[in-house]
Each structure stands twice: as structure tokens, then as C-alpha cells.
């Protein structure tokens, strides 16, 4: 059974940075997305960052330049690297995982999430 598990976030002062880390287990797709979303109070819920199992990566147009996903497959683990920080990016961030690849053209068909971790900018 596939898990995610986030971690890294917290609160933080407008144009600061923060980190996000999702460990993943059970996970032994070869072709796969991956991605971060948030939520935050009141709204619905979006989508940040996702990448493929060949690296390609896209970013929503409101984190372009600021946000940077990454994947280190040795240690199962996908990244968000968040700098420039905005009040505006306060969100629970999920990460989630889909094992077909294709789904990195958008943003829907996620079938694997995480808890999420609360990123509070002040």
C-alpha cells in the first residue's frame, strides 16, 4: 500500500523560504506523477507543482519562479523547495502520487495523498 507522508512546514515571514519533504513508501511504479497541491481556508483546492518519472516538471503560473519540485528516487522522497514566500501561499500543502504518468499534463486524477503539512506566511 503506497503511503505519503509530508513534512516541513511552518510558519514563516513574507519572503522567507520553506522546504516541503513527502516520503513516500510502497511505491514501486517505474512510469508515475507526482505533485503538491494546497488548500487553503475557504478555497478549493489546487494544484502547485507536479513532476514525471522523467523529471519533466510543471508549476502552477502563480509559483512560477519561486517554486522549484524536485525528486530524489534513492530515497523515495519528493520535494518543494518554496522561496520568495507570500502570505497568498498560506495553504495546507498534500502531496500525492498517481501511477500513470500522463496525468502530469494536469492537474485531476490523483488517487494517493498524504496528510499535508500547514505553511503559515505572515
Known amino acids: 500500500q503506497v503511503q505519503l507522508v509530508e513534512s516541513g512546514g511552518g510558519s514563516v515571514q513574507a519572503g522567507g523560504s520553506l522546504r516541503l519533504s513527502c516520503a513516500a513508501s510502497?511505491?514501486?511504479?517505474?512510469?508515475?506523477?507526482m505533485g503538491w497541491f494546497r488548500q487553503a481556508p475557504g478555497k478549493e483546492r489546487e494544484g502547485v507543482a507536479v513532476?514525471?518519472?522523467?523529471?519533466?516538471?510543471k508549476y502552477a503560473d502563480s509559483v512560477k519562479g519561486r517554486f522549484t519540485i524536485s525528486q530524489d528516487n534513492a530515497k523515495n522522497t519528493l520535494y518543494l523547495q518554496m522561496n520568495s514566500l507570500k502570505p497568498e501561499d498560506t495553504a495546507m500543502y498534500y502531496c500525492?502520487?498517481?501511477?500513470?504518468?500522463?496525468?502530469?499534463?494536469?492537474?485531476?486524477?490523483?488517487?494517493?495523498w498524504g496528510q499535508g503539512t500547514q505553511v503559515t506566511v505572515s
Open positions: 500525492a502520487a498517481a501511477a500513470v504518468r500522463r496525468l502530469c499534463q494536469g492537474w485531476t486524477g490523483f488517487g494517493v
Open positions: 510502497g511505491y514501486t511504479y517505474s512510469s508515475y506523477c
Open positions: 513532476i514525471d518519472s522523467d523529471g519533466l516538471a
